[in-house]
């Protein structure tokens, strides 16, 4: 152990004083007199201003224009924020003589909705899940009321909105932004493909819903597990895949807000397996090819080393002879 060192000594005995320990009190830094242990003591303690973020927490972005806006798109909750009204559905408006078109057809079609809860913060470019399927806002019109959106010829092929008409009702829910809640669960918006209502069933104010739905989608459904139905987050309760159909209850606040009652047997309906349910699929199918391959190769190489014990074997009885 070394002796202590005379700075220390005198500091015990009294001559000089025990230094003073340094404390940070809110927003304020010791001076560059005392610094901390840990700073420079060639140049004095200097606070740095950083530059404002460029990016906003604010669930409504101010302007189109402000370098602020970055909007969220393809992530939505499945908790329907409006019914709005089809005014509209049809090929997109022929643009001006002399505007420099393809020369073709366009393609998709242009969908018009009426919607008062949801011009207040939409903007030019934001995503919203109509019927569950996502789609760009194309064009605002506030004296209408009306938010108009391109829909591809995929959606078209995909989704029910195709068969959509003026007059009939479509769930709206805006995207997600970093201040809003998860009430739902995890809807990107990308439609796996349509149902058809089998049956509707009254059950005190509740509602049992009864969908046929394609293989490829009833096989990532679990009981208590989650569906996208038209965009809305709804709770699986059975699931039969040799009969082809799932079913889940509606409760009387769900019934007023969405849709789905007012539709017939026989109606489509879009729908969005859980994201998670295609992950896992995918992992496992990936895992049993790789496990698959592992077992030929090892018959591959047992079979190999056969044949070479064998001719090993062989010859040294041949020679052996």
């Known amino acids: 152990m070394s002796p202590p060192t005379t700075t220390a000594v005198a500091m015990a005995a009294g001559v000089l004083p025990r230094p003073r320990p340094h404390f940070l009190r809110r927003g304020i830094l010791p001076s560059p007199a005392s610094?901390?242990?840990?700073?420079?003591?060639?140049?004095?303690?200097?606070?740095?201003?950083?530059?404002?973020?460029?990016?906003?927490l604010?669930?409504?972005?101010?302007?189109?224009?402000?370098?602020?806006?970055v909007p969220v798109r393809s992530l939505f909750t499945g908790i329907v924020e409006d019914v709005g009204t089809v005014r509209r559905i049809g090929p997109p408006p022929a643009p001006p003589s002399g505007g420099g078109g393809g020369g073709g057809e366009a393609p998709g079609v242009d969908l018009e909705v009426e919607t008062s809860t949801l011009l207040a913060g939409t903007q030019l470019g934001d995503?919203?899940?109509?019927?569950?399927?996502?789609?760009?806002?194309?064009?605002?019109?506030?004296?209408?009321?009306?938010?108009?959106?391109?829909?591809?010829?995929?959606?078209?092929?995909r989704t029910s909105l195709g068969g959509r008409?003026?007059?009939?009702?479509?769930n709206l829910e805006r995207a997600l932004t970093p201040a809003s809640r998860m009430g739902g669960h995890f809807v990107q918006g990308h439609v796996d493909g349509?149902?058809?209502?089998?049956?509707?069933?009254?059950?005190?104010?509740?509602?049992?819903?009864?969908?046929?739905?394609?293989?490829?989608?009833?096989?990532?459904?679990?009981?208590?597990?989650?569906?996208?139905?038209?965009?809305?987050?709804?709770?699986?309760?059975?699931?039969?895949?040799?009969?082809g159909w799932?079913?889940?209850?509606?409760?009387?606040?769900?019934?007023?807000?969405?849709?789905?009652?007012?539709?017939?047997?026989?109606d489509k309906v879009n729908l969005e397996a859980d994201i998670l349910g295609k992950y896992v699929e995918k992992l496992l199918a990936g895992r049993l090819e790789a496990?698959?391959?592992?077992?030929?190769?090892?018959?591959?190489?047992?079979?190999?080393?056969?044949?070479?014990?064998?001719?090993?074997?062989?010859?040294?009885?041949?020679?052996?002879?």
């Open 194 to 243: 349509t149902g058809e209502i089998a049956a509707f069933r009254a059950e005190g104010d509740s509602l049992w819903v009864t969908v046929r739905a394609p293989p490829e989608i009833l096989r990532l459904l679990v009981p208590k597990g989650f569906v996208a139905v038209d965009g809305a987050s709804l709770t699986v309760v059975n699931v039969d895949e040799e009969a």
């Open 58 to 69: 604010s669930p409504i972005p101010k302007t189109l224009s402000s370098p602020s806006h």
């Open 127 to 157: 995503s919203v899940a109509v019927d569950g399927a996502c789609l760009t806002v194309a064009a605002i019109d506030a004296a209408a009321s009306t938010l108009t959106f391109g829909v591809a010829p995929e959606t078209l092929r």
């Open 291 to 321: 496990m698959s391959k592992a077992r030929e190769r090892e018959r591959n190489e047992s079979g190999s080393s056969s044949t070479a014990s064998f001719a090993e074997s062989f010859w040294s009885q041949e020679q052996g002879r």
């Open 165 to 170: 008409s003026a007059g009939d009702a479509v």
């Open 246 to 266: 799932f079913d889940f209850m509606l409760v009387r606040y769900t019934q007023d807000n969405i849709v789905l009652p007012n539709k017939k047997v026989g």
């Open 35 to 56: 610094p901390l242990p840990f700073a420079s003591r060639s140049a004095p303690l200097r606070l740095r201003r950083l530059p404002p973020p460029r990016f906003s």
